[in-house]
């Protein structure tokens, strides 16, 4: 709290590499790396488990939104691995998984 207040007290503006060491950001491009970047995260994201991926930000939503305690968002999770086992992109990921491949995920 005191790195906090100390940035709203002072006024300071955190340099990109605090706020990464911070843990408000994951990583910091220089300028020019920025849009580069920015379309490889999307590119990346764009071939992944889109199931998988919504699940996790509706879990993150509840758990925001909702304050939901730890048992019950265990309940929440629990129940949302047991829907997604049952999707072809969980059978396609564990079968890449078993044969050691980059998995071709569908958003289904």
């Not at 488990?49 to 939104?65: G, I, M, Y």
């Not at 997604?84 to 079968?95: I, K, Q, S, V």
Request: with cysteine; charged share 25%; glycine share 8%.
């Amino acid at each position: 709290a005191h790195k906090t207040l100390d940035l709203i007290y002072t006024g300071r503006l955190m340099s990109g590499a605090e706020a990464v060491q911070a843990g408000l950001f994951s990583q910091v491009f220089a300028d020019a790396e920025v849009l580069d970047a920015t379309r490889a995260a999307a590119a990346k994201a764009a071939t992944g488990a889109t199931q998988a991926f919504l699940a996790s930000k509706e879990l993150v939503r509840q758990l925001r939104d909702e304050r939901l305690g730890l048992w019950e968002s265990m309940g929440h999770e629990s129940r949302a691995q047991a829907a997604l086992c049952e999707t072809p992109d969980y059978r396609e990921g564990f079968a890449a998984f078993t044969e050691k491949r980059k998995p071709t995920f569908t958003g289904k």
